[in-house]
Every structure is written in C-alpha cells, then in structure tokens.
C-alpha cells in the first residue's frame, strides 16, 4: 500500500471563521482578532475591502489558502480545489480531512462529526469534485454518519493517524473519537488499532490524533510527552515496529502544530519518485533544529506555508487542510 498520497483535495471556504462550537474541544483554537502582518498589511490594519475583524480573518484565511495551494503545485503535487458554497455557512470548511477519505482500493469513508455546525461540510459536489478531477474510481462507500447518533464521533484523519504499509491505525481518544467507533472503522477496513489517551501540558485531552503525531514512509513523528504514561511506551514501541524513524517532539513544540505536517509524493527530475514533508512556518519555527535536521534526513523535500490565521482562528494547520487522495496504481 501506498503510504504518501500524490493528490490532495482542499476546499476554498467561503465563510471561515472562529467557531465557539469546535472550540469547545480544540484547545488551539482563538477568537477572532484584527489580523495583523497578514501578506503586506501593516500591523494593526485590515486587508483591503475588509470591514471588521471578522472579515479581516476571512480575507487572511482565503490569502493563506491560497498561497497553500500555489505552494504545494510549485511541487508537483496535484491539487484539486473545492468551491465552499456560503450557505449555511460552514467556518471550518477548510479542513476536508474530517469529513471524508479516499482509499487506495477506492474506498471512500464517510465520517460522523462531532459539532452540528460541521455537518454541513458533507457535500456531494465536493466529492464529485475530487473524483473527477484526481482520477478517483469509487467502488465502495463506507458511510458511518449512522454514528453521530450513538455520540460516537470519528473525524477522519484528525482522529486517525494511518500507517498504510503495515495497516495500523493510530487514535488519540477524546470528545471527537470514540474508541467504538475506531473499533468499527479499522474491522471495515482491516486495520490493526492502536487507542491511546494524550493531553496538553494543561492536561486537557487533545482534540486530534494528528497534531500529535504523523507517519511518513521513513519517519514517524509523535508527541511522545503528550501520551499518558500508561499508553507511551505501547505507542512507541508500535511506531518503532514498523522500521521507521521515531521522531519525538515536545509539548512546546506540539503547542506550535509541529505534529500537524504530512508527507506527500511528488515526482523530481533529479530524484525520480520524491516525498515531500509540508509543515506550517510556526511549526518549523516551533522545532528544535536537531529534530528539524532529523526530519529532513528522512525526507527529500521540506516545504514550509505560512498559515497563521487558519491556525489561531481555526485552530488545526496544513495536516488538516489536506485530504489526500490515493489512487489505484
């Protein structure tokens, strides 16, 4: 199995914003603010046609989408971009990934969400978008929405982190990812679970398994001081397993969305078949360089987009704004 994607499907948000109903669970998320040193706005001032701050936010987010976009093109990566359509509005329509997942043998998952308000986000155009666009033949629907209204809550891969090699799902349980539900989920399809329980230095449960921890083809980065005592050794021992390269990272550095990256595939004229690992600016401001020198060893490419607003204000980064779509080879 393929473990880094080649194409990933992002949708353009018509309405983001901060959502005191995801904020709830989402420690990192933050108010809405006037943005400030967004692009080539000076401190304190608001983008242009930009009416108040909440706006300012919008403008920012559409900004670093967008230059996200032009970004991961730049590397070969194909993009397919969804449309957001503006009602109802859907403020965390910018991370795909919690809401749907393509499979190599073209499955397509459909998931149970947390919040009401990010239900909506469920559309068929944007589905038929990335099958259209990325080449998706779908030949199975797994559709465990039925789930949300048992409480039993699983969004995609924000609470599951996949080693697609060796099929081993990893899952941080928290108010967003039922144990049933990752139960159910990895029998459909033939996953071995890994279920841990990890929290903040406050000690507050951390909403997604993915800003704690991300599996490339040669590394596997995990924030080990998150995860309680009495799971960190099973989990490590697990990622080591699989022959990667365990790569540790700090509550410091998870508090910046260094755990939020993912490697992708892409094709180099020098190199041939390349991987990219894609991490916010924040997140490579956030490691250590010893650990940033480690990650690059395992790696050919490391791509670095700015997101700041998407991450305040939204309160997930690149990870999460990317559904990959695998393909049948």
Known sequence: MQQCSDAVLMVRPAAFAYNPETASTNAFQRPDVATAGVGAQPAGTLPAGATTPGAATAAAALA??????????GE??????????????????????????????????????????????????????????????????????????????????????????????????????????????????GYEPVVFTAADRAGVPLYHTNVLMAIGERAAVVGAEAIVPADRERVLARLAASGREVVTLTHQELAGFAGNMLELATWDEAL??????????????????????????????????????????????????????????
Request: hydrophobic fraction near 40%; include cysteine; charge should be negative.
């Open 76 to 189: 070969g990566i194909q993009v397919c971009v969804a449309a957001d359509n503006a009602t109802p509005a859907k403020p965390d329509a910018v991370f795909p990934n919690n809401w749907l997942s393509f499979h190599e043998d073209g499955t397509l998952v459909l998931y149970p969400m947390h919040d009401a308000s990010r239900r909506a986000e469920r559309r068929q155009e944007v589905i038929e978008a990335a099958m259209r666009d990325l080449d998706f033949r779908l030949t199975h629907l797994l559709d465990l929405t039925h789930l949300e209204s048992q409480g039993h809550y699983l969004e995609g891969t924000g609470s599951l982190v996949l080693d697609r090699a060796q099929r081993v799902a990893y899952a941080c349980i928290s108010p967003r990812t039922h144990p049933q539900a990752v139960a159910e989920w990895a029998h459909e399809l």
């Open 64 to 73: 670093e989408f967008d230059r996200m976009v032009q970004a991961l093109r």
């Open 272 to 329: 041939g078949d390349a991987r990219v690992l894609v991490m916010s600016q924040a997140a490579r401001q956030a490691l250590r360089p010893q650990v940033f020198e480690q990650l690059s060893g395992c790696t050919d490419q490391v791509l670095t987009v700015p997101v700041p607003t998407i991450e305040r204000a939204g309160g997930g980064s690149v990870r999460c704004m990317l559904a990959e779509v695998f393909r049948k080879p």
